[in-house]
């Protein structure tokens, strides 16, 4: 029977507990928790205790605010009361007028924000997240709203991280963690304990909610749900945020006020000019409302409506929502722009963009140049390894192939989808050469193998992986031109050195590919080189010689189409671009020169920096930065408040 322990209560006071600095005993003994996860009847009590797994959001807007967020309006008001003066007087039709024009023009704002708000109701609506657990030792799906601290989560590639945990028994996971850092490339994980300073970008023993599992699988032990997450916490900060008026709420709200001075005292001076001139008390005041109320804009709240109902309609034509019909007018007082670097300046996935072999080295970035035969052969020759050597496959096969439709690692599907657009079908290619055995990729070897039958006498191993690596490995190069191998001497192993240094300066990420073959009769690797079968497997020290290179791979992050020209568009429209990224300031200086930015000394701003420098120091900076480098979503939700300009953010 499933008993509580006394030091449950920890969760409760200690809720900032470094969790990612506990063993796993540490950890299950805090939660009252085991391996096996938690029975039923205990579940029930925590999800009384604790709630729903569910991140914070404001309240639903209801028809009633949103009519009351229309009559508020400064305009609005002086329009009212105009109506009820002319009622007073007994000018009905004045009265009807101004009162019609109020009526279009709060029902024309309403129903624009209805619509919005309902749509992006209906958008939260459709998503329902599902997670695997372990319960009483069964394996079971459940809504991810019902998980509860101390759940044991299975992860598997392509999941959503449903809370935030504790990861054990970790096989070769990657974890996308965009959301959180900015960076797209996935982070490789690892169950071993870590420093208590330990930052989130570098929390490898922990997965966080809202994080896509790109590869591998794990399971993991819910430590903090819903609003106590990590992105808990910033929905938090993000709702903390206090909604100012935009520009054109201010510039009515000082119109409305001065048109109300301005009236006022055109009125008051009729009215005493008159008195002087000797008419009558009633006959003065009478004259004096009436060129008050006449000289009412009320055209002027209808005609503001109707502009941004238009703005709002063609912005809705961009795919994009605006929430309340004021929001729309931001768009034209901005002048800075805080956008974020992975999937909005960046797509969020790697493509192969550069290949380079003895004999070649073609650029891709604007797609595939025309090849002699022989260099397409190379070419075909290099990717053939990185498509067989991978174990990223299509999950929706299409006519057009998209990276979209592959599941896998973001390096692997590149390869795999720059093999597809030059012809290589994984799946003949493993008809044609099975894959016998593998050794996958190790964060501590930083390569992957994986050994296919090739003709009557070879089998034959590939290889992928970092260069130095590869090149260590390597004893000669392949020349396509000369239909044979070199021998990898001094010269061209500083070539390659040199070529793979100026490729990562220009912040891609390399891969060497190389093969050898080996004997028929050897059907397995390993890199155990206590192997009992030494025929039947290859011993760490015979596996890791005599291999050929056959060239290098760069990939990146690929800029979004036309994000360049917005960019400069922007910019001659008097608006500066700032990019905010949890990439590093390498990275983030090649990014930024690409899409236009002007970057000099100074120009760059790291989030360890930014935490150091004074408030009254960095906003003296803020006009001079162009890129912030490392930063956590805190800290992005920091700079744009530093300055004293109009900001929108892009995310």
Not at 322 to 346: M, Y
Not at 572 to 585: H, L, P, Q, W
Request: net charge positive; hydrophobic share 45%.
């Amino acid at each position: 029977m499933f008993k509580a322990k006394s030091h449950y209560h920890h969760l409760e006071k200690k809720p900032e507990i470094k969790w990612w600095a506990l063993n796993l005993r540490e950890v299950l003994d805090r939660l009252s928790s085991t391996e096996k996860g938690l029975p039923q009847d205990e579940v029930e009590k925590r999800q009384k205790k604790y709630g729903l797994n569910v991140l914070p959001k404001k309240e639903e807007i209801k028809p009633v605010d949103i009519l009351w967020s229309q009559v508020k309006s400064s305009l609005v008001v002086v329009l009212l009361i105009a109506a009820l003066v002319s009622l007073i007087l007994g000018d009905l039709i004045n009265a009807g007028v101004i009162l019609l024009a109020v009526i279009i023009n709060i029902m024309v704002g309403f129903w624009q924000e209805f619509k919005t708000s309902r749509a992006l109701e209906a958008l939260q609506k459709v998503v329902v997240n599902f997670a695997k657990v372990l319960r009483d030792g069964e394996e079971k799906l459940i809504k991810t709203q019902e998980l509860v601290p101390g759940d044991i989560v299975l992860l598997s590639a392509g999941d959503k991280v449903p809370a935030d945990l504790r990861l054990f028994k970790i096989n070769d996971l990657r974890v996308n963690e965009a959301v959180l850092t900015g960076e797209s490339e996935p982070r490789e994980k690892d169950s071993k304990v870590l420093a208590a300073e330990t930052v989130l970008a570098e929390r490898i023993n922990m997965a966080f909610m809202g994080t896509i599992v790109s590869q591998g699988n794990a399971q993991g032990i819910v430590v903090e749900i819903g609003k106590n997450t990590t992105l808990g916490k910033i929905a938090q900060l993000v709702a903390g945020v206090k909604e100012e008026k935009t520009p054109l709420q201010k510039k009515l709200d000082k119109f409305a006020v001065f048109l109300t001075r301005a009236i006022l005292a055109i009125a008051g001076f009729v009215f005493v000019l008159g008195l002087i001139f000797g008419h009558s008390f009633r006959e003065m005041f009478v004259t004096s409302v009436a060129i008050a109320v006449a000289a009412i804009p009320e055209g002027l709240a209808v005609t503001v409506t109707v502009v941004l109902a238009i703005g709002m309609q063609r912005i809705l034509k961009q795919n994009a929502l605006v929430k309340r019909l004021l929001e729309a007018e931001i768009l034209g007082s901005t002048n800075v722009i805080c956008v974020d670097k992975t999937g909005t300046i960046t797509e969020g996935n790697m493509q192969v963009v550069k290949i380079v072999t003895e004999d070649m080295n073609i650029d891709l970035k604007t797609g595939l140049p025309e090849l002699t035969p022989e260099a397409a052969e190379e070419q075909l020759f290099l990717l053939r390894i990185g498509v067989l050597c991978n174990n990223a496959y299509i999950a929706q096969k299409e006519e057009k192939l998209k990276i979209d439709y592959l599941v896998g690692n973001l390096t692997e599907r590149a390869l795999l989808l720059a093999g597809y657009h030059m012809g290589l079908d994984k799946d003949s290619l493993e008809k044609q050469t099975p894959r016998l055995d593998e050794i996958p990729f190790d964060s501590r070897y930083k390569f992957m193998m994986t050994l296919h039958q090739f003709d009557e006498a070879h089998n034959i191993i590939y290889l992928k992986g970092a260069p130095e690596k590869v090149l260590l490995f390597s004893n000669f190069i392949y020349s396509h031109h000369i239909k044979r191998h070199l021998e990898l001497n001094a010269y061209r192993r500083e070539k390659f050195i040199k070529i793979y240094e100026d490729m990562s300066k220009q912040g891609l990420r390399v891969l060497a590919l190389a093969y050898k073959k080996i004997p028929k009769d050897i059907k397995a690797i390993t890199n155990d080189p206590e192997a009992k079968e030494p025929r039947a497997h290859q011993t760490m020290s015979d596996l890791y010689t005599n291999f050929v290179l056959v060239g290098l791979v760069g990939m990146k992050d690929p800029i979004r189409e036309n994000v360049k020209e917005t960019t400069l568009i922007t910019k001659k429209a008097g608006i500066n671009t700032v990019m905010i990224t949890g990439d590093n300031r390498f990275t983030a200086r090649v990014i930024a020169k690409e899409i236009g930015l002007e970057i000099k000394d100074g120009s760059i701003l790291e989030g360890e920096e930014l935490e150091k420098i004074s408030e009254t120091n960095l906003k003296e900076k803020v006009k001079d930065i162009k890129v912030y480098a490392r930063t956590t979503p805190e800290q992005k939700l920091k700079i744009v408040p530093l300055g004293k300009t109009k900001a929108l953010w892009l995310l």
